[in-house]
């Protein structure tokens, strides 16, 4: 019990931390009620000036859903599991249900839901993107009846949308109909990347867990290349306590991509790459990231090595010229993109174009660096020869 709360008490501190970089604002709405207030958080640092843009994530059930949200963003940011986002939380009306019940009896949403839709849409997107740094990535996150509104979003005939966070889902009878009425599969032929999470719990009622995981089963068969479904099962006896994991496993998921490689990725989509194919997925996984999250991360090092080895045994080394050359271009700062250009002129036998390149990786080095004296020592190694 007390491992539990662990992280619930971490997310109250952090909240405490971001508390001061929140700003409530007021729509003027022309389709809910006259006026309705949001709240947004912006990233530490975050400066209109500058060229750098954030993800934007649109929380629905803000009265609880919108703090956790942001502790968990701040979080993972830190970590370096995911980009720093803007996050709008946005009030619900103060009957819930005008906003997002749906009608129980048909598929079709109510008027109510339509407007609210619209407000979303029209409004609150539109104002943000307006009037703050935002990058073309775009979440939106709901529990319960406002799980089955976001999924109405997937409609859309020109897709906005990349990430659908359907917490503890209270999805119409007809969702499995409406789903395949949206036509899924033409996301495919996008030039993005879209992920729609759902959970399933023992928390719930029988009939309740029979409806999501016949859902789930039918979204996992349609392997849609780009269209990502994250099926999950929490095993919890509390409602509540399955929001508090929901929300982290969404956004492990979500961001995954952002994330340094890891072990899981580098096994199933990595190690069996060619060098060349190798350089092409570390090169589109960075560029990918800037263009979705507005992130120049250049590239991590620790990505470099996870390659390093494929690039270096397979097909007698010959990739190095590419390898280092590609490093070069999305890192320029680093030394290592002259480093590989090096060991490549020095395989070949030409010592003194070898000899340029570690020369001018040292160059870069800070000499507190622990690996400035080792690549020092290739300069001493070849200018003897």
Do not use: W
């Amino acid at each position: 019990m007390i491992k539990k709360s662990l992280p619930l008490i971490f997310l109250l501190f952090s909240i405490c931390t971001f508390s001061q970089k929140i700003i409530k604002k007021t729509i003027v709405s022309d389709f809910v009620d006259s006026k309705r207030t949001i709240r947004i958080y912006l990233p530490e640092g975050y400066d209109k000036t500058k060229e750098k843009n954030y993800p934007l994530a649109i929380v629905l059930d803000a009265e609880y859903l919108f703090d956790t949200y942001v502790g968990n963003s701040v979080l993972f940011a830190a970590k370096d599991k995911a980009p720093e986002q803007i996050v709008v939380g946005i009030e619900m009306a103060k009957t819930r249900k005008i906003d997002t019940y749906f009608n129980l009896n048909n598929e079709n949403l109510t008027t109510n839901n339509k407007k609210f839709y619209q407000f979303i849409k029209n409004e609150v997107i539109f104002d943000i993107e307006t009037n703050y740094k935002t990058s073309p990535f775009i979440s939106i996150i709901g529990e319960g009846t406002s799980a089955n509104l976001i999924a109405q979003f997937l409609r859309e005939e020109k897709p906005f949308i990349n990430s659908y966070i359907c917490i503890n889902p209270t999805f119409s009878d007809f969702i499995g109909n409406q789903l395949q009425s949206f036509n899924l599969e033409r996301y495919q032929k996008e030039d993005n990347t879209f992920y729609f999470y759902t959970n399933n719990s023992n928390s719930f009622t029988e009939a309740k867990q029979l409806k999501i995981k016949e859902l789930q089963n039918a979204l996992s068969g349609l392997g849609i290349n780009n269209f990502n479904i994250i099926n999950d099962h929490i095993a919890t006896a509390s409602p509540i306590s399955a929001i508090a994991e929901a929300i982290p496993r969404a956004l492990t998921k979500t961001f995954e991509i952002y994330s340094a490689i890891s072990k899981e990725e580098f096994d199933t989509k990595v190690k069996d790459l060619s060098p060349i194919d190798a350089i092409a997925y570390l090169e589109n996984k960075y560029l990918e990231i800037e263009f979705l999250f507005g992130s120049n991360l250049g590239i991590r090092e620790r990505d470099i090595y996870a390659i390093e080895k494929i690039i270096i045994e397979k097909e007698n080394g010959d990739q190095l010229l590419n390898f280092g050359k590609m490093i070069l271009k999305l890192f320029p700062t680093s030394p290592l993109g002259d480093y590989y250009l090096g060991r490549y002129y020095e395989k070949g036998k030409d010592i003194r174009r070898a000899l340029k390149y570690y020369k001018i990786g040292y160059g870069k080095m800070d000499p507190s660096n622990p690996n400035a004296d080792a690549f020092y020592e290739n300069i001493l190694r070849l200018g003897g020869q």
